[in-house]
């Protein structure tokens, strides 16, 4: 019997939070583990709690209980320097929130300059990279009204891994999106996910997690009911509410 | 004479014009730097106490809001009447043109105060969330991210409440400060002629046109494309 060697401490270690909105109870002690290149797609019924759960693991969202470790960093501690602690943990909203007022380029350039402290020369070439990596080098100069929203959400991932995050978190990337727009923000995160990058991803992308999750979580009324690869989730998922949600999904 | 001349005779007077034209643009000059006061101190007092406003401070937000809702009720001619009579009888003698400037001052930060409250919560919330997960603190976000949006819807309402707080300046005639209006109202005594007043009516354009084209100017400047 050969002894493995110890499984390394996971990126993300998220343990018993609970979140409450006054007498409303969204998280109710869920677990999150996510190790390092892993993928990982949450998925539930809307009110589940999982978009909550993925704005806690930077902070966007207190919680009321419980521990998040991101890259060894206490996050929950009053102590940690919150702004220091988000720039390892990009993140990518459903409605994008690109800045209207700034250009493609400066929209990606300001916390490269305000955060990590580059040069505006610096920060243009690194901004520039970032934007041709996400396909939009020809676009740079555009202000967001300008783009299309599939375009706008490539500029919003490009503006988040320009700061060269450990982790990157999505919140409903596509769900804002026309259909024809969803392929080219799921190219550009398939390729991110070949280079290795850890992802959280909150999604109803089901053909997406299909092919790129490495692991499946589903959510429902606050708690992780059930996770597992995809094949398991989608083929033959153990818990009633999980295959009625599938089932649902899948006819659309 | 007929109605014409006697209209004319009163209202455009030019023999009386030409008199006292020194003094009405002696006034002008004075209703400027009056003028420019108020709205500089004015617009920095309020934005001031907006930005304070949001650091959500409660016991500092209930002082701000009683503050600037009392400006906001009380008229402005009440407050320099205030001023002026009751601040000697208080030991403090103030002029009347400081009287007039620090209570413009103070209604004009007061009404600013608002439109610039208005303009940083009308930035959606998915703004400061996008600025602060990539690390921005509040106040680089603030500064970088939702000011100048804020600023942008706030200058037309800040226009218009600038300039019609700053026509107020013509209050001051009532504490003695000869601006426009007080210049053409002593002119007026003085000829026993009311086309003083149409000289200040002249002056009041001269200086308050081109202040509603800057505020337009300044509107297209901090437009972006859409």
């Keep these: 019997m050969s002894s493995s060697p110890p499984a390394p401490r996971p990126i993300v270690d998220a343990r018993g939070l609970w979140k409450r909105f006054g007498s409303l109870t969204v998280l109710k002690g869920v677990d999150l583990a996510v190790a390092e290149r892993e993928l990982v797609f949450i998925i539930g019924p809307s009110g589940s709690g999982k978009s909550t759960l993925l704005r806690c693991l930077n902070r966007l969202e207190e919680p009321s209980d419980g521990s998040i470790h991101i890259d060894g960093i206490e996050l929950l501690n009053p102590r940690t320097d919150i702004n220091a602690a988000r720039r390892r943990i990009g993140m990518v909203f459903q409605s994008f929130n690109l800045y209207p007022h700034m250009t493609a380029r400066q929209n990606v350039m300001l916390a490269l300059r305000r955060v990590l402290g580059k040069s505006r020369a610096e920060a243009a070439e690194l901004a520039g990279r970032a934007l041709e990596r996400v396909g939009l080098g020809e676009r740079t100069d555009h202000y967001p009204a300008q783009l299309s929203g599939g375009q706008q959400q490539r500029v919003a991932i490009a503006r988040a891994i320009a700061l060269e995050p450990r982790v990157m978190l999505f919140d409903e990337p596509t769900s804002a999106l026309d259909p024809e727009l969803v392929g080219g923000v799921l190219a550009v995160m398939r390729e991110l996910r070949e280079s290795g990058m850890t992802m959280v991803v909150v999604s109803h992308e089901m053909a997406f997690a299909r092919a790129a999750a490495d692991r499946v979580v589903f959510m429902a009324d606050g708690q992780k009911l059930e996770e597992g690869p995809p094949a398991q989730i989608f083929g033959d998922p153990q818990h009633e509410r999980t295959r009625a949600f599938i089932r649902q999904i899948d006819r659309h | ?226």
């Design chain 2, 1 to 226: 004479m007929g109605g014409l001349d006697n209209f004319l005779f009163s209202f455009f007077n030019l023999k009386v014009m030409a008199t006292y034209l020194p003094q009405i643009a002696q006034g002008l000059g004075l209703t400027v730097l009056l003028a420019l006061l108020i709205v500089v101190s004015g617009l920095a007092l309020g934005l001031l106490l907006a930005l304070l406003r949001s650091l959500a401070i409660r016991p500092l937000n209930w002082l701000i809001i009683f503050t600037v809702d009392l400006f906001r009720a009380l008229p402005p001619l009440v407050i320099i009447v205030l001023l002026f009579f009751g601040l000697p009888a208080a030991g403090l003698s103030i002029s009347g043109f400081a009287a007039t400037w620090l209570s413009l001052t103070l209604v004009l930060a007061a009404f600013a105060e608002e439109i610039f409250w208005a303009g940083i919560t009308a930035v959606p919330k998915g703004q400061w969330e996008a600025a602060r997960s990539t690390g921005l603190g509040f106040a680089q976000t603030l500064g970088h991210v939702v000011l100048p949006q804020a600023l942008r819807i706030t200058i037309p309402p800040l226009t218009n409440r600038t300039i019609a707080i700053t026509k107020g300046t013509a209050l001051a005639s009532v504490v003695g400060v000869s601006e426009i209006l007080g210049a053409a109202q002593s002119a007026m005594s003085f000829s026993a002629n009311p086309s003083p007043l149409t000289l200040g009516a002249i002056a009041y354009l001269i200086l308050f046109i081109p202040v509603v084209a800057l505020g337009r100017w300044i509107e297209t400047r901090f437009a972006w494309k859409r």
